[in-house]
C-alpha cells in the first residue's frame, strides 16, 4: 500500500506537468478571443450548446487518439505516420498539419500582438476615466488600422515565440505557467462575476446561456467542431507531439479529459464576461458583436473599467492573457520544428528561425486587415485565413487521423497503447464509437454541407 502511495504522486507529478504543457497549448486566445466571435456570429446559447457537444462527442475522442499516436510513436506528426506507416502516403496527413500550423501560427500571432498593444496601452493609461462603448470601439480601431503599431506588435510576439523555442527554454516557460494560468483563471472568475452583477446584465445571460434550437443548422455545426478542434489545439498534430512527452505510466483518457475540462470551462467564463457585459452597455447594435474580430478587445476595457483597481487588474489581466497567448504560439511552432529537426536533421536554432520568419511574412496581409489597408479589411483577409486554416484544415486532419486510426493502424494497437496506465478505460465505447463512426461521419457531413451551402 505504501508504495502505491508513492507511485500515485510520482505518477501525478509527471502527469501534473504534461496536463499543464497541454492546457497551455490549448487554453489561449482561442477561448478567450474566438469563442465569442464565433458564439455572436452563431446566434449565442444555441452555438454554445453545439461547442460542448463537439467537445465531448468528437474533441476530446480526437485528443484521445493523437495523444495515443504521440505516445506510441515518440515523434512528431510526420515522423508518427511514417513510423506506422512507412511508405504510404499517409505521411502527408503530417505534412498537411505542419503546414497549417504555420497558417495558424501567422495570423494567431497578430492577435497575440494585439494583447502586446492593449498591454502597452494599459500602461500609458489609456483606458483611464469612464469607457464607453463608442471610446472603446474608437481606440480599438486606431489601434488597428495603424500598420506599424500592428506589425511592430506582431513582430515582437514571433520573436518572442521564435526565442522560447529555437533555445529549448520551454521548460522554463512551463514552470511559469504553473503559477500564471491559475492567476488568469482567478482573473478571469472575477470578471465574471462582476461582468454577472452588472445593471442590465439579464439580456446577455439569456442570449448566451438560453437556446433557442430554432437556430440549429449544419453551418453552426460547422463552426463548433472548428472551434472545438481550434480550441483544444486538435487536428494538426499538436497533441501528437505532446503525446510523444508523456510517460508509459499515465493515464492517458484522463489527461485528456482534464485538458478537455479546463480548456471548455476558460471559454465559458469568457462568454460570461462578453455578452451580459456587451447587453449592458449602451450604445450597441447586435450587428457590433457579428463577425467582429476585435470584439474581446472592445469588451474587456469596459469590464475592467468597472472593477476597483482597474488599472493593476487590467495590466495583470492583459499579461496573464499574453501568457496564454504565447504558450500556443510556442505549441503552434514546436510541431514545425520538430518536424524539421527530426525529419531534415536542421538544428534547433535555424528551424525556429526560418519558419518564424515564414510565419511573418505570411502574417503581414493578416495583420493589416484590420484597417490599415483598406483593401485587405474590405476582404476580410484575417477571418478568411481563420476559416481555411482554423476550421477546415484542422477538420480535415482530425477526419484524417480518425481515419486512419479506425480503419488503417486499427482499434486494438490503439486500444493497446491506451491500456498503458489506464487499465479499466472506462469511456471505451464513446471512445472507439467516436473515432470509428461519429467523428468521421459528422467531419464529412459538416464539410459538405458547409462546401455546397458556402
Ligand atoms: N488552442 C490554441 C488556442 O486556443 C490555438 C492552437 C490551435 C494551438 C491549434 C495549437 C494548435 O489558443
Known sequence: ??????????????????????????????????????????????????????????????????????????KNPVGAFKALR?????????????????????????????????????????????????????????????????????????????????????????????????????????????????????????????????????????????????????GMGTMITYGSYISKDDNLSSSAGWVCFSTTLVALLAGIIIFPTLFATPGINPQDFQANTGLMFQVFPLIISKLPGGYIFGLLFFILLLVAALTSTISLLEVPTAFLIDEHNWKREKAAAVIGTAAFLLGIPSALSSGASPFLTRIDLMMKMDLVFGNIMLAVGGLFITIFVAYVWGIPQALKEISHGNRSFKIKPLWIFSVKILAPLAIIAILIFTIILA
Not at 7 to 24: M, Q
Not at 29 to 57: D, E, H, K, T
Request: aromatic share 14%; charged share 10%; glycine share 12%.
Open 1 to 74: 500500500m505504501a508504495n502505491d502511495g508513492l507511485n500515485t504522486r510520482g505518477n501525478w507529478g509527471s502527469k501534473l506537468a504534461f496536463i499543464f504543457a497541454a492546457s497551455g497549448s490549448a487554453i489561449g486566445l482561442g477561448s478567450i478571443w474566438r469563442f465569442p466571435i464565433m458564439v455572436g456570429l452563431n446566434g449565442g446559447a444555441v452555438f454554445v450548446f453545439a461547442y460542448l457537444l463537439a467537445v465531448i462527442l468528437i474533441g476530446f475522442p480526437l485528443m484521445l487518439t493523437e495523444l495515443t499516436i504521440g505516445r506510441h510513436t515518440q
Open 86 to 234: 512507412p511508405g504510404t502516403p499517409w505521411k502527408l496527413v503530417g505534412y498537411t498539419g505542419v503546414v497549417t500550423g504555420i497558417c495558424i501560427l501567422s495570423y494567431y500571432s497578430v492577435i497575440a500582438g494585439w494583447s502586446v498593444g492593449y498591454l502597452y496601452k494599459t500602461l500609458i493609461g489609456a483606458f483611464r476615466g469612464e469607457m464607453t462603448w463608442a471610446r472603446s470601439d474608437q481606440i480599438f480601431s486606431s489601434f488597428t488600422s495603424n500598420p506599424l503599431q500592428v506589425l511592430i506588435c506582431f513582430l515582437l510576439v514571433i520573436i518572442l515565440t521564435t526565442y522560447v523555442i529555437s533555445k529549448g527554454v520551454k521548460g522554463g516557460i512551463e514552470r511559469w505557467s504553473k503559477i500564471l494560468m491559475p492567476m488568469l483563471f482567478i482573473l478571469i472568475i472575477i470578471m465574471a462575476i462582476r461582468a454577472l452583477t452588472l445593471k442590465g446584465a439579464g439580456p446577455g445571460v439569456s442570449f448566451y446561456l438560453k437556446p433557442d434550437f430554432s437556430k440549429i443548422n449544419p453551418k453552426l455545426f460547422f463552426y463548433a467542431v472548428g472551434q472545438a478542434f481550434f480550441s483544444l489545439s486538435l
